[in-house]
DNA sequence: CGACTCCTTGAGCAGCTTCAATCGATGTGG
DNA sequence: CCACATCGATTGAAGCTGCTCAAGGAGTCG
């Protein structure tokens, strides 16, 4: 979700078996589409599987007593999204663009009659997905506005950039209130952090959702900080 | 560590079955003694067991190639420690006070012939862990310093608070440095934190380390803040 | 008792937030 | 097709919070 990994590699696909069912042995992959803006889960729902985006971007937040929202994490695709606790999900969950996901198995503990290798893959995941917190940590933990939206940017840049003769390119489906919410700042001060990219020639801006990084390296630089 | 779940009830002591080895079949569980300041990993270390919490505090940190350091999580009794991604530790791990731990096995993926329920306490655990990560980001992108202090006093005195007479005391055993490099503050912004708690009556000091909660209630408000 | 470390407090400054206005894009109805 | 309404993004100005630099106090260990 936040850089660094991708769990592709993680998942040849990992075959459910049903059990006690004609299905058992067979290889079913549920599929689910989710139109933008449409809820897949709320905070304190039921749940036992966890969602494999596949196609477009999910958000993920929780909202407080007083009506803040924290936006957690983005989800895209090769991201495991929805990992519930104990059995109830932590997070509210809705799509920012039409987006498709593949329903995996979450069911623990392990008497639900799970084969090792599915529980071993949310495990993995799981892991996964603690790397990458623990990455944003870093990056909320971190001093000026620019450092959290440059690192953000590198973020998705190495998560959905596509080359382009201006340099990498990609495009937001977050508003500037979801950036603020996810890295700790008002929509503003995201905003004059985008200007000040910009003006410093890193990124160039095509509209307010397409960004093209022109010098990654400024990027990177701006990002380490410190 | 912050708040909320204890993984206590996750873990009867699940039983580590030693293939391979005259010990097959018999439950072991290894047992660790870690004295005040020593590392139990560091950073990019191999490892592939996660750490119960049974005595004691543990710190973890990372440190980013400009010398900051981000406290990541306080490692409390109950808590699992050092989820390995990828076989590798994410950060840094040492003791704040001598402190004893059980070790558990978090060989991943599946084909190291571990059972499917010794898998199964590992993902229900990273898990947990996620959603106490959650959980911190809200603390995070809260926005005073004494909301965060206030949420931060809160956990710990839901997780080892003792009842007294003048309101529910414990012991901090990290630095005002360390409270601040967890909540993205700077040490005199949480001393100042501390003082104002004081000085509006919902918290004594004794000395820098013991802290009375005397208005639990005011300090949830703080907490809650928004 | 003195040296050390950590905590606290103070003063000034920088950066983020707040409040407010404008701009731009999108969509709707006349 | 255009005027207008709406929503998000941007920019400006002022205030406040937390940071920085600096000094002093408290507790600890030799």
């Given at each position: 979700m936040y850089v660094s990994y991708d769990t592709d590699f993680l998942l040849k696909a990992p075959a459910i078996k049903v059990p006690?069912?004609?299905?058992?042995?067979q290889r079913i992959e549920p599929m689910v589409r989710l139109p933008e803006g449409q809820h897949l889960f709320y905070q304190g729902d039921e749940g036992d599987s966890v969602y494999r985006v596949t196609k477009g971007v999910l958000r993920l937040s929780r909202v407080t007593r007083k009506g803040r929202q924290q936006v957690i994490a983005f989800g895209y695709p090769g991201d495991i999204v929805g990992f519930p606790v104990a059995g109830k999900r932590n997070t509210d969950c809705d799509a920012l663009t039409d987006a498709e996901l593949q329903v995996l198995p979450a069911r623990?503990?392990?008497?639900?009659?799970?084969e090792a290798a599915n529980v071993a893959y949310l495990a993995v995941a799981a892991l996964f997905e603690i790397g990458n917190m623990q990455e944003h940590f870093m990056t909320l933990g971190r001093k000026s506005s620019r450092e959290k939206v440059a690192s953000f940017l590198r973020a998705l840049m190495r998560r959905a950039g596509d080359e382009a003769a201006a340099g990498i390119r990609f495009e937001l489906p977050m508003s500037r209130a979801d950036i603020a919410e996810f890295l700790g700042l008002r929509t503003e001060t995201v905003s004059r952090a985008f200007t000040e990219l910009r003006q410093i020639g890193a990124i160039t801006l095509d509209g307010a959702q397409i960004v093209t990084v022109v010098d990654p390296e400024m990027l990177d630089d701006l990002a380490e900080g410190d």
């Open positions: 006690n069912s004609r299905l058992s042995r623990l503990p392990a008497d639900c009659g799970l």
